[in-house]
């Protein structure tokens, strides 16, 4: 069973650079078959896809954010990161990493494992 | 991108009552690739459906999903006391994927 961790810093002030780790259990993040994703949500609101990467191909950002975005997979720890410049009030969320396995046929973009999230602030 | 519009915002409804929940797409979704999440308080989002009414591993037989073109349903046939959560719709099947806005189901 596979299993995602995120970490980071959860107050980061405006104008800087938000960095978080989802770190990989149970599982490769090396595998041809997995997708890894980053997705967020505000407080109350519904749910962000931000992009994903995968370890045979490049990266794919959402259009809303790929000015500012960054996803990079580190294979001898098992973990990818997202980096997102800039940030405003409007970046603070709780950050989920998920994984598309393609167990279920489909693409990269359905999360059958997800991690516990983690909630980023931006204030200064 | 496609837009997705779920309805209601939230569902009153009490433990064994039916929930049907609605999601439109702002146009086709490709190869029927609809999901449907569970998210409860402080956790994370859970698979329920996917391909618009196939149940993921695990997932108890009074979920049920159905599309009509570009409509999309979502049903609990008896609602159980943890099923009182908010749901979420989301396509995968044309790149940015995106998720609805959610129902809540909450106990009446």
């Known amino acids: 069973q596979v299993q995602l961790q995120e970490s980071g810093p959860g107050l980061v002030k405006p104008s800087q650079t938000l960095s978080l780790t989802c770190t990989v259990s149970g599982g490769s993040i090396s595998s041809a078959s997995y997708f890894w994703s980053w997705i967020r949500q505000p407080a109350g609101k519904g749910l962000e896809w931000i992009g994903r990467v995968y370890t045979s191909g490049s990266p794919y950002y959402s259009p809303s954010l790929r000015s500012r975005v960054t996803i990079s997979v580190d294979t001898s720890k098992n973990q990818f990161s997202l980096n997102l410049s800039s940030v405003t009030a409007a970046d603070t969320a709780v950050y989920y990493c998920a994984l598309a396995t393609r167990q279920y046929g489909g693409n990269s973009g359905l999360f059958e494992y997800w991690g516990q999230g983690t909630l980023v602030t931006v204030s200064s | 991108e496609i837009v997705l519009t779920q309805s209601p915002g939230t569902l009153s409804l009490s433990p064994g009552e039916r929930a049907t929940l609605s999601c439109r797409a702002s146009q086709s979704v490709s190869s029927s690739y609809l999901a449907w999440y569970q998210q409860k308080p402080g956790q994370a989002p859970r698979l329920l459906i996917y391909g618009a009414s196939s149940r993921a591993t695990g997932i108890p037989d009074r979920f049920g999903g159905s599309e009509s073109g570009t409509d999309f349903t979502l049903t609990i046939s008896g609602l159980e006391p943890e099923d009182f959560a908010v749901y979420y719709c989301?396509?995968?099947?044309?790149?940015?994927?995106?998720f609805g806005q959610g129902t809540k189901v909450e106990i009446k």
């Open positions: 989301q396509q995968y099947g044309s790149s940015p994927w995106t």
